[in-house]
Nanobody
Framework: QVQLVESGGGLVQAGGSLRLSCAAS????????MGWYRQAPGKQRELVAAITSGGTTNYPASVKGRFTISRDNVKNTVYLQMNSLEPEDTAVYYC?????????????WGQGTQVTVSS
């Protein structure tokens, strides 16, 4: 089994910063893409940032230039540095990882961490 544990959410004023962390543990052979998604009330879950095992990153236009994703492949941990936060960034943020365990590869999700940006 694989577990993803997130940390770092909270309440921040508009213009502030937060850093999210997500550590993967368990029977991990390797991790391909890791990413962060968010879901606001009444909205669909959306991609916030993704990073491949080789370090290639992907961001939607809504966060590009404000958010930075990074990973530590030794610690099986992915980070999301969020700067210049806006009230529209308020959501539950979920970590995702494509994990290979033995002969199988599948997606795993964290439990989610709340990010609230006040105006």
């Amino acid at each position: 089994q694989v577990q993803l544990v997130e940390s770092g959410g909270g309440l921040v004023q508009a213009g502030g910063s937060l850093r999210l962390s997500c550590a993967a543990s368990g029977s991990i052979v390797s991790i391909n893409t890791m990413g962060w998604y968010r879901q606001a009330p009444g909205k669909q879950r959306e991609l916030v940032a993704a990073i491949t095992s080789g370090g290639t990153t992907n961001y939607p236009a809504s966060v590009k230039g404000r958010f930075t994703i990074s990973r530590d492949n030794v610690k099986n941990t992915v980070y999301l540095q969020m700067n210049s936060l806006e009230p529209e960034d308020t959501a539950v943020y979920y970590c995702n990882a494509e994990v290979r365990t033995g002969l199988r590869t599948r997606d795993y999700w964290g439990q989610g961490t709340q990010v609230t940006v006040s105006s």
